[in-house]
């Protein structure tokens, strides 16, 4: 064999050793960020019919008692005196993953909900548990890491959310009555806040677990926005219908509405309100 056959081969020889290598490195990296999603993704969700607040508080990165934790930022609502009747929740022919709640339209007293509780620890409504599970493991299977990080709420609880900040508020000089309209400007009030429906979820990126606008930018959250209603999910807070839905928005709450009619939302570009609006008007 000639030297320059020799040289030609072993140069061959050394490309593929760090193809190998390089292969083998992306491998073990997939490993890695796989197993770090792994843990936030429900796969094996067992039954709960009790209303446990399983949904214990959550401050991302934040100290309880801080002005940027997140039961200071979950359902900020929008400072309006405006109200937008919807068709009555819980009455005849209302499909129950049709239910509106909002700061006018309260949570329906009898709504009893059988709940399933996720891996996370997390508990949702059971007949949304197998399509939320299926949207969280897709988007991780394209390669991204959604978190859950508050999901179904009790009454009590969002109740301790909103008296919390009410008594933070009064701590800074508000009277108690001024306190409970402030408060009810950042924190929905009991009864009207989805969470407690046990059909909606927050989700955030692994890599930005900060509840604000920065959220829309992640990679998650492209995902979601363009695939969640495949799996009967909304966004249910979209940018420029706040004076409509009364809460910011939040690109990081999604509610469970069924592929139908998450379909014909997603299509339209249209929030719950208006979609039931349009519906009661057919």
């Not at 843990?39 to 209303?51: A, C, F, L, T, W």
């Not at 620890?121 to 990080?149: N, T």
Request: aromatic share 10%; glycine share 6%; proline share 4%.
């Amino acid at each position: 064999m000639t030297k320059r056959r020799k040289y030609i081969t072993k140069k061959k020889s050394q490309k593929q050793k760090q193809k190998r290598i390089m292969a083998n490195f992306l491998f073990i990296t997939g490993i890695f960020a796989a197993l770090a999603c792994w843990r936030h993704v429900p796969k094996n969700i067992s039954h709960g019919h009790e209303s446990v607040a399983a949904d214990a508080d959550v401050f991302l990165g934040n100290p309880p008692g801080s002005t940027t934790d997140i039961e200071n930022r979950e359902e900020d609502k929008v400072g309006t005196d405006a109200v937008y009747n919807m068709p009555g929740e819980g009455s005849a022919g209302t499909d129950w993953h049709l239910i509106l709640v909002n700061p006018w339209n309260y949570l329906p007293k009898d709504y009893e909900v059988s709940l399933m509780t996720l891996e996370s620890g997390y508990q949702v409504d059971e007949r949304c548990a197998a399509d939320l599970q299926s949207m969280l493991q897709d988007c991780q299977a394209a390669g991204f890491c959604p978190v859950i990080c508050s999901a179904y709420r009790t009454e009590e609880k969002q109740e301790r959310l909103f008296q919390n900040k009410v008594n933070r508020l009064i701590s800074r000089g508000y009277s108690e009555e001024d306190a409970k309209v402030e408060a009810a400007k950042v924190v929905a009030v009991p009864g009207t806040s989805e969470h407690q429906l046990g059909l909606a979820v927050d989700i955030v990126d692994a890599s930005n677990q900060m509840l604000d606008e920065s959220q829309e930018h992640t990679k998650v959250q492209k995902w979601m926005m363009e695939n969640s209603w495949r799996y009967g999910f909304i966004l249910r807070y979209p940018n420029g219908k706040s004076d409509i839905t009364g809460i910011i928005y939040e690109p990081w709450h999604y509610r469970y509405v069924g592929k139908k009619a998450a379909k014909e939302i997603y299509e339209q570009e249209v929030c719950l309100e208006e979609y039931l609006d349009m519906k009661q008007q057919r």
